[in-house]
């Protein structure tokens, strides 16, 4: 009983933002050839964050702190039934998937270059701890995860990551919904476009392979097996890759860059 008081608004408040985003449902706008999709998600998460910004007190208590870490801490198991999605989409094509697996692999190292090249700029812009957070991937549930658990969301770092996962949850399908039939235009296969679909983003990869989908109707179920596969892949491969490799790479990164711009500044101190 004292559980449902502490949580129950929250998770009421929840339902009712999901009940009014599935009615709304997914809306989509053409510009040219160009469909652009937008997603129930990118609803949920608009109207959750217009909900904070009215000016009451029920609302303020009703975002306090405890209720935001509660759902910062069990948002993961929401994205176990969704993994159990992304399988039973791959099983159908599982020997098509299967013979050109290495190219899947080749992929997840891709995911190395939010580092390589975000972290840098984010250092240079002033960041610090919160720049582990947002150049550590693209700031999805795998990130989410690891930062949570590492750091908790209510860090420097954790801020860093929730900023990302929520600007990507906003923007990213809408500019995935963009990029996919434009490569498909600029002569890219239909498999590779599908492919790289796949960055550990639900929102995202449903917005590029349905619009790609809608562009090569006869290849739909071959473009989402492969964008789910990609999925499905950068989710659990990428878990390791992030582990093993990118956070070494951006703790090496982080260290060096953070210690030549701290003597950058003892050299120059009037310029920030």
Do not use: C
């Not at 840098?120 to 990130?143: M, W, Y």
Request: charged share 15%; aromatic share 10%.
């Amino acid at each position: 009983m004292k559980y449902l008081k502490a949580y129950g608004p929250l998770i009421i408040l929840v339902l009712l933002i999901d009940t009014v985003s599935e009615m709304i449902s997914t809306q989509v706008f053409k510009i040219g050839k160009i469909e652009i999709s937008i997603l129930p998600l990118v609803f949920a998460v608009i109207i959750a964050i217009l909900i904070y910004l009215i000016p009451a007190k029920p609302i303020k208590k009703l975002y306090n702190d405890k209720r935001v870490q509660f759902a910062g801490k069990y948002m993961i198991l929401i994205m176990l039934p969704l993994m159990a999605r992304y399988g039973a989409n791959v099983a159908p094509k599982i020997n098509e998937i299967i013979s050109v697996g290495w190219v899947f692999l080749v992929h997840e190292l891709g995911n190395l270059g939010t580092i390589i090249f975000g972290l840098p700029v984010a250092l240079l812009l002033g960041l610090r701890e919160e720049a582990i957070g947002s150049t550590l991937g693209l700031g999805r549930e795998g990130e989410l995860a690891y930062i949570s658990e590492k750091y908790t969301l209510n860090s420097p770092e954790g801020r860093g990551v929730l900023g990302i996962y929520l600007i990507g949850t906003i923007f990213g399908s809408i500019i995935f919904s963009i990029l996919a039939p434009l490569l498909l235009g600029m002569g890219f296969n239909y498999k590779a476009v599908a492919m790289s679909a796949g960055v550990g983003s639900s929102s995202m990869m449903t917005a590029a392979s349905t619009s790609l989908a809608a562009l090569v109707p006869k290849h739909s179920d071959t473009i989402l097996s492969f964008a789910a596969a990609s999925q499905l892949l950068t989710s659990f491969i990428g878990t390791y890759i992030m582990y093993f490799l990118a956070v070494p790479l951006q703790r090496f990164m982080y260290t060096h860059i953070t210690s030549l711009l701290d003597k950058k500044k003892e050299v120059y101190p009037d310029h920030d």
